[in-house]
Structure formats: structure tokens, C-alpha cells
């Protein structure tokens, strides 16, 4: 490389993993990772994502499976340019490493029948208050709008999951059974009156009585998320626990705030170590004690450790 072209092509080593820029296999190549929180892409941004892309000469991306698109094949020597040209249109470089990495999310209550909480709104903030926030390993934070989770809750630090709890307002309800038909948990029946009666036990706030309901009888007295903590994948999956429930939309970034505080004092002398391997060496009682100081009776009162699950790959 001559001296001249040395002095054009400024490489920041704090934007190397750390800052979304990935070696790969073939010398002086690189994926780099894009931001993209909740998994959605404005058309704008998408076009200028093409545009950098045919104009390093590469001739595809790669759809991560959480929702980041990754440039492929980028020479180092791009670093700079890419970057430059990307922030034309507001799009932004992700990162790797030990730190708060881009939420996931479904995409809510805008547009799917099924959603109960507004899951971009929530991935957007967490985007633009935490990210990047150094922990003691990854730590990844997911959002479903429903019990239908198709984030996958359970298998991430920090899972949230739409849920609203019903309750039926006797005077409106005509019998007509759509509710009960529709609870495919068996939680509703009729009593004697032919009034609907609800199982809280077998409840799994999906609010299918609600959507269905012809007269508006039921009704969500609360929505919010259950959440679920320590659960990973990778060479040594864990299965998170539910901690919370019923955690309001308006309280999410608090919640996380409150887990990272936990996770940073507990992972101390410990190394490079997940939330939920954290939560499975002190035990989850005095995790569930930390969150109630700030969420009380929204926290549980028990729940089990993050389970051992059996699969393959990396972390």
C-alpha cells in the first residue's frame, strides 16, 4: 500500500469487533454488522445499504438471525468510507463484544392481530438508551408482542413477552361462547348462568377472549410484559425463568437498568460469564430480591433456575 493511500484510510481499532467489524476467513476482510433494532429497515436506509454494497464490489448481505444485516467481504481499507457513507442516511454501525448488543423484536401491536404491546417502540429505546453499555459478556434483549413469542424469549438474557389479563364485564356478555371457544389453554368455561368464567391458573394473558369477544365484555385491565431472565444459546444453552409479570410498557428501560445493575455487582472476579450462568451460581432468589426493590409485587415470588437445555454451537 503506498504511503499516500496509508494516510487516506484512518482505521479506529475501537471499531473492530467491538464496533461491529468482524474478521473474516480471507486477510484483511471483514463483516460488518449494521444496527438495526427491532429488525426493521427503512426503504431510504435499505437503498444506501445496496448502493455501499455494489459499491465495494460485493454482490450479496447476509441476514444475521437477529435481525442485522452484515456487510461481507468489506476490505479494511473501507472501514472509514463505509461508515461515512452509511451516516448519510442515519444508518448505524452495531458492535460485538462484552456490552449491550441491538434488540430484537416482532413487530407488535401495529400492524399483527396478535400483538398486545407496542415491541418497536420498546426495542427502539432500548437501542437508543443502552446499547453499547459494557457488561461482563454479551447481553442481548428481546421483545414479543404475544404469548406466541416468536423472538424466543427464553433463550435470551433478557425477554420480554406481551401480556394482557382479562376480565369480563358480566352485564355486556350475551353467551354467545366465542370466548370460550377460542381459548385453545382451556382456561375459560361457562358456569351455570352461561356466563364465562375464567381459570387465572391456566391464563396465559394471550387476550384471545378479548379480540374475539363480539359485545367487548372482556377487557384488558392490565398489559404490560412478563419477563423472562438467563436464558441463552450457544455450546451451553440455558432456558430463562420468568421473573416478572404484567412490567408496564412505560417501565422497560428501569427494568433492564435494575438487571444490569444486578448482573454487574454478581459477575464480578468471575470473568466472561452470562446473566443466567450468574443467576444459576447465587441462586435466583436474590436476583428476584433485586427487582423487587423497584417493581414489588409485579416481581414473583418463586420461580425455578435457568434449565440446561441440549444443543449445539457457538455462543
Not at 481499532?13 to 454488522?33: A, H, P, W
Not at 368464567?197 to 384471545?208: E, R, T
Not at 404484567?246 to 468471575?270: C, D, H, K, M, S
Request: hydrophobic share 35%.
Amino acid at each position: 500500500m503506498a504511503d499516500e493511500e496509508k494516510k487516506k484510510t484512518k482505521i479506529d481499532l475501537n471499531n473492530l469487533k467491538s464496533g461491529g467489524f468482524i474478521k473474516e476467513r480471507g486477510r484483511d476482510l471483514f463483516t460488518v454488522r449494521l444496527r438495526v433494532p427491532g429488525g426493521r429497515m427503512p426503504v431510504a436506509k435499505l437503498k444506501k445499504i445496496v448502493e455501499v454494497t455494489e459499491g465495494y464490489g460485493a454482490d450479496f448481505v447476509h441476514l444475521s438471525v437477529r435481525q442485522s444485516i452484515e456487510l461481507v467481504h468489506v476490505p479494511f481499507g473501507k472501514f472509514d468510507e463505509i461508515t461515512e457513507a452509511l451516516g448519510e442516511k442515519g444508518q448505524k454501525i452495531a458492535s460485538c463484544g462484552a456490552r449491550v448488543r441491538v434488540p430484537v423484536a416482532c413487530g407488535g401491536c401495529e400492524y399483527n392481530p396478535n400483538g398486545l404491546v407496542d415491541t418497536q417502540k420498546a426495542a427502539h429505546d432500548v437501542d437508543e438508551q443502552l446499547f453499547g453499555i459494557d457488561t461482563s459478556h454479551k447481553f442481548k434483549v428481546t421483545f414479543s408482542g404475544c404469548p406466541m413469542d416468536c423472538p424466543k424469549a427464553a433463550t435470551i438474557d433478557l425477554g420480554f413477552v406481551g401480556a394482557a389479563y382479562p376480565a369480563v364485564e358480566a352485564d355486556k356478555c350475551i353467551s354467545c361462547g366465542l370466548c370460550v371457544k377460542s381459548c385453545t389453554e382451556g382456561a375459560l368455561k361457562f358456569d351455570g348462568n352461561k356466563k364465562p368464567v375464567l381459570d387465572i391458573s391456566k391464563c396465559i394473558y394471550c387476550g384471545d377472549c378479548i379480540k374475539v369477544c363480539p359485545t367487548s365484555a372482556w377487557i384488558a385491565e392490565k398489559t404490560g410484559y412478563t419477563v423472562y431472565a438467563g436464558g441463552k444459546w450457544g455450546r451451553h444453552p440455558l432456558v430463562g425463568t420468568p421473573v416478572a409479570d404484567f412490567v408496564p410498557e412505560g417501565r422497560v428501560i428501569e427494568f433492564i437498568q435494575v438487571v444490569l445493575e444486578w448482573y454487574r455487582e454478581n459477575a464480578v472476579g468471575l470473568g466472561r460469564i452470562r446473566l443466567g450462568d450468574v443467576i444459576t451460581r447465587t441462586g435466583v432468589q436474590p436476583f428476584l430480591a433485586k427487582l423487587r426493590v423497584n417493581f414489588g409485587e409485579l416481581v414473583r415470588k418463586d420461580t425455578h433456575l435457568p434449565i440446561e437445555a441440549k444443543a449445539g454451537g457457538r455462543e
